[in-house]
């Protein structure tokens, strides 16, 4: 399933699943929004507080329900991440989202989200910018173009190239499959649950930030015992920041990343420009591509968007 294209003059309703922001952040993301010439709903979460939460579970829960089943809703975009996701996915009625499906966007503790809507609608959502994180004060053209091009163009099929930053090359070869994944720390939460994903034949992406490399070490290691490794066809690093080593003697990012990943006989890339970075790429999650190291580009094979 996919959402319609949004449009300028659209209605984005912005929700906040995860941690509170301050109003002043709130507004300015909202002003942003409009500026771009999109109307704005907030829900109820963007305004509340409760503890580090936006509000409770069950008003959480509320927006993501009522947002998806207003029809003068075009699409959802996450107000930020943070923490609590995985608090309230069980109030989340994935019926509604299957009988209206549109444009959901957002990262970092929002692939919880995303994986539950994926295994459970079969819906495509985005891996993209959020309206505080990514949108309130002065915002990354890069970030907002990329976002534009994906979100509100009808592309039967479109590469996704990074910005700047040299793609890495870990193992040659091509992959053909549904993008699934987001964050490390977030999606090993979901492992063995009945929100965790279906990783046969998939292009796994990954992305963290502010862990060790020990940890990051600890959560590789958890999903190759989960054969994770063994079942995707490709696999998509993404930006990674601020994961430095905890001591001297730990291994540097790129050697955890090696010693994973060298030999699987499977494509491999790293520096993916798209996670908790500026600028970021908006990725689908759901949709057919192909990963091929010798374009050191992901190719969309399919309409994200009608």
């Not at 509170?20 to 500026?35: F, I, P, R």
């Not at 999109?38 to 979460?45: P, Y």
């Not at 579970?57 to 927006?63: C, P, Y």
């Not at 069980?90 to 919880?112: A, C, H, Q, R, W």
């Amino acid at each position: 399933m996919i959402g319609k294209r949004l449009r300028k003059g659209a209605t984005i309703g912005m929700i906040a699943p995860a941690s509170c922001t301050s109003l002043e952040n709130l507004e300015s993301a909202k002003k942003n929004l409009e500026g771009m010439g999109f109307k704005v709903i907030l829900g109820e979460s963007t305004k509340s507080q409760w503890f580090s939460y936006a509000g409770t579970d069950e008003l959480r829960a509320k927006d993501i329900n009522d947002f998806f089943a207003n029809p003068e809703i075009d699409a959802i975009i996450c107000m930020r991440g943070g923490y609590g996701c995985n608090r309230l996915i069980e109030l989340v009625n994935f019926e509604i989202i299957k009988n209206n499906p549109k444009i959901f966007i957002g990262y970092s503790d929002i692939t919880t989200l995303h994986m539950a809507i994926q295994r459970k609608t079969g819906l495509i959502t985005f891996h993209g910018p959020m309206a505080v994180s990514n949108f309130s004060g002065e915002y990354n053209l890069n970030t907002y173009e990329n976002f534009v091009d994906v979100l509100m163009v009808e592309h039967e099929n479109y590469k996704l190239k990074n910005f700047s930053k040299e793609l890495g090359i870990l193992c040659e070869g091509e992959a053909i499959g549904e993008i699934v994944g987001g964050n490390l720390a977030t999606l090993i939460a979901t492992l063995g649950t009945e929100y965790d994903l279906e990783y046969e034949g998939k292009i796994l992406f990954l992305e963290e930030v502010g862990e060790p490399t020990y940890k990051i070490d600890r959560m590789l290691n958890q999903l190759k015992k989960f054969k994770v490794f063994e079942k995707v066809s490709g696999v998509i690093l993404g930006d990674f920041r601020n994961c430095p080593p905890a001591s001297e003697e730990d291994m540097p990012l790129l050697d955890v990343f090696k010693d994973y990943f060298l030999g699987i006989n499977k494509p491999v890339v790293y520096n993916f420009e798209t996670g908790h970075s500026e600028p970021m790429l908006t990725l689908p999650l759901g949709a057919k591509a192909r990963l091929n190291t010798s374009e050191k580009r992901i190719t969309i094979l399919e309409r994200v968007v009608r």
